[in-house]
């Protein structure tokens, strides 16, 4: 199916939906990721025993609001885009923390937040010396985001619906995030697909493979495993070539080396930007897809839009937390001078 | 009355009494300041609409675990001192938060914490350009610390207690230092008392001035300010000759310029030390006073003490968040080669 030509112009350049979550972020070493048995680089699933017993052994923390979709959201309003944000929070502190951060930025969020027992997601982030981050993620009540939760008048007035993989895991938001397609796709929207991660991508690829297959995905973002996971070959180059033929738009990151697009079969690079000091790798590639597709929105070059992707993601990491703290609008215009 | 002597050694080096708090910091401007009539570099008390308010209009911000005394008890844990804390938070997110990061720093603190409505105090901390903090704060369950919830026994076991004067305030936990104060100095420690700021010392100067007429206080903490307001001078060698005479140990910082100590009469200079780049001067004068007792505990010289305290508030402004995130053992080890 493609999509259909749209009837109104979008109001909004981007909505998407993503998990509502507040992450912990506290200074690690390998040896208390050994200890705990978790994989440097990854994100893993915890349930609320295992998030008490890791909360209880990690070190003091910060609360920064994250969730990925949610930080490139973040980073698109700091570009000066129009956002809308999607995701389920609890009727407590943390929810109303992330609340007010994403609000704070002009992104429009109105799901409503659950009442009960179920917490707003949290995710513990241990951050190696080696700028590393090693995410357990707790979904609480993110997980359960209803497809009744959506507004779908919101999602059609968007040029592009943004869907972050990780919310792919959870049955309710799946089927949400399902609907939220057919909703952007039927108003002739764009449809940007991060997949996250790859072992959600090993519990979805053929879920995933399918949408594509479908032409439901317009803008893929990835990384090097994950686009070789998705595509179960080795070879970075074999994979991208097979999954850019049926993506419009195929970006993948390739750490320090930089990141590739595949745009209507034409293959371009951008080096990675530099950084004084690489503090907390957390939400680089969601920064490096609000450079890249807040390029895109304005309709500059695609080597623009790598460019500005590498230098989103190149603040990110350069301080603690997942969200711009510098002003990206004078880093872009700095850039395109 | 002069303190007892010790009946039986200190099995903690210090236990402080103070507000349990969590910050929440956003970046701000000069305009917003003016706009919301706030005045820099000050703590003023808000109550639960103008928390929410002034929330409502603050941008992103980050949740560190706070405190004047937590984070004076922070520094101390992080020099090796064993210490204990006492503050009330209420059951809730934001109050395990303040909780876990005590708790992990490998400090005591056993206070229970309230259920109900009243929730965990918060200080909205807008931090400006020129890396000033200003500090609004929402006391929730930490004004209404009861007598009752000392631990005596653990007051009794700490050779020093240490008081933050911004709890001096409200009634509750005014009235739980003065029975603190009688506790351990009838089982021969020593009580140390910071000044916390000018309004502070306006609301409460008659009180301050009794507690140290009648030798209560052994060591004092103020800057210039505080010193100058307690002892309404304006001069501030003047108003420090006129406190020197009445307390044993008098530390009065003097931002950039460093501070001086007075210790049975002789003064003390010590310079501030070198910040690569100034970020947040949140906890600036908590970090010091937590260097030079450190040094005070070890039995170092007044010297060695003001350097320390130095080099711990060096750390702490170099960054966001008022609790030290370098090792700052490494960095006592450096100092004193």
Not at 154 to 160: C, D, E, F, Q, V
Request: aromatic fraction near 6%; include cysteine.
């Amino acid at each position: 199916m493609t999509a259909s030509v749209p009837t109104t112009p979008a109001t909004l350049d981007v909505v998407a939906i993503g998990n509502a979550i507040v992450d912990v972020l506290a200074r690690s070493d390998d040896a208390f990721l050994a200890e705990h048995a978790l994989t440097k680089g990854g994100m893993q699933l915890i349930d609320a025993d295992m998030a008490e017993n890791l909360y209880a052994d990690m070190g003091q923390a910060k609360e920064i609001s994250g969730g990925s979709a949610a930080n490139t959201l973040a980073g698109l309003a700091a570009l000066g885009k129009s956002c809308g944000f999607i995701g389920q929070v609890n009727d407590d502190q943390l929810g109303a923390v992330f609340a007010h951060d994403v609000r704070a930025l002009g992104i429009r969020f109105d799901t409503p937040a659950v009442q009960g027992d179920i917490p707003t997601a949290r995710c513990l982030i241990l951050v190696t010396p080696d700028a590393q981050r090693t995410m357990n993620t707790f979904l609480g009540a993110s997980q359960f985001l209803p497809e009744q939760a959506l507004d779908l008048d919101l999602i059609r007035s968007a040029g592009i619906l943004y869907l972050e993989g990780y919310l792919w895991d959870p049955t309710q938001p799946r089927a949400a995030m399902r609907a939220a397609i057919d909703a952007a796709r039927g108003a002739g929207r764009k449809v940007a697909f991060t997949l996250s991660d790859n072992f959600v991508i090993d519990r979805h690829r053929a879920d995933f493979i399918d949408l594509i297959d479908r032409g439901q995905i317009d803008i893929l973002f990835s990384n090097e495993g994950e686009i070789c996971s998705l595509a179960q070959q080795d070879d970075f180059d074999t994979a991208v070539a097979t999954i850019a033929a049926k993506v419009p738009v195929l970006v993948s990151t390739c750490g320090e080396r930089g990141a590739i697009a595949i745009v209507d079969g034409v293959r371009y690079e951008g080096p990675a930007a530099p950084v004084a000091q690489i503090v907390d790798t957390t939400g680089a590639g969601d920064l490096f897809a609000a450079g890249f597709l807040a390029a895109h929105i304005d309709g500059r070059s695609v080597q623009d839009a790598l460019s500005l992707g590498a230098a989103a993601a190149a603040e990110v990491i350069s301080h603690w937390g997942a969200r711009p703290e510098e002003d990206l609008g004078i880093i872009r215009d700095k850039l395109f001078l």
